[in-house]
């Protein structure tokens, strides 16, 4: 079965950085493209960047546009998040995501179980 797990979250300060990852299993891992999702208290979870299959194409949201950075290692079944000068609105918890196709307009079809990230002085 898919499994998708997620790595790297914690506490920050404001300006810091943290790498998150996802472990996947259960399918060609190199075949479909990921995501990676966030989700705020009280507010909708959103889409935060996209990496083609091959990784070749990436797609970020206007709020990780130059500061995060989506890549993948097929070789390993793994999927990571970049994330630089964090602030406190990045607090969130962050969910891995496998679409159902190789590229960014394909739907979502497994969530991880999601990795906190705190950004707080």
């Known amino acids: 079965q898919v499994q998708l797990v997620e790595s790297g979250g914690g506490l920050v300060q404001p300006g810091g950085s943290l790498k998150l990852s996802c472990a996947a299993s259960?399918?060609?891992?190199?075949?479909?493209?990921m995501s990676w999702y966030r989700q705020a208290p009280g507010k909708e979870r959103e889409l935060v960047a996209t990496?083609?299959?091959?990784?070749?194409?990436?797609n970020y949201a206007d709020s990780a546009k130059d500061r995060f950075s989506i890549s993948r290692d097929n070789a390993k079944n793994t999927v990571y998040l970049q994330m630089n000068s964090l602030k406190s609105e990045d607090t969130a918890v962050y969910f891995c995501?496998?679409?159902?196709?190789?590229?960014?307009?394909?739907?979502?079809?497994?969530w991880g179980q999601g990795t906190q990230v705190t950004v707080s002085s």
């Open positions: 990496i083609s299959s091959n990784g070749h194409l990436t």
């Open positions: 259960g399918f060609t891992f190199s075949t479909y493209a």
């Open positions: 995501t496998k679409r159902d196709g190789p590229t960014y307009n394909s739907g979502v079809n497994y």
